[in-house]
């Protein structure tokens, strides 16, 4: 087993039901954790038999940004089941971080964690 880290992944969609938020873009931060099986990528040094993270980056940021969300809960569920979806992918945690939700915290955020057990 062997992860790889996504950290700050800086986004912008349509996040929040108050009504100040809706119809506005926000920022979010993605942190995630992908637990996936090698498959010799750590041996072989090939390029095409490793996980594409780059791959999974764009689909990230297609999700996220071509949709509105009502709850941070909701982004990292489908994000975290996308990334299941992935063969090899046997786990994923999934940290979204709103920067300025309050008025006297750097940022709230939502953590999951997920396994293949739970698709």
Excluded: W
Aim: glycine fraction near 2%.
């Amino acid at each position: 087993m062997a992860a790889i880290s996504i950290k700050d992944l800086l986004l912008r969609t349509e996040v929040g039901f108050n009504p100040h938020e809706l119809g506005k873009k926000q920022d979010l931060l993605l942190n995630i954790l992908i637990q996936y099986d090698l498959q010799g990528e750590q041996k072989s040094d090939t390029p095409d038999e490793a996980l594409n993270y780059r791959d999974i980056c764009k689909q990230i940021i297609t999700l996220v940004e071509n949709r509105q969300f009502n709850l941070l809960e909701k982004v990292a569920d489908e994000v975290a089941d996308l990334i299941l979806n992935i063969p090899r992918v046997e786990e994923v945690s999934v940290e979204v971080d709103k920067p300025h939700a309050l008025r006297f915290a750097k940022s709230v955020s939502f953590s999951l964690t997920k396994n293949k057990s739970e698709l």
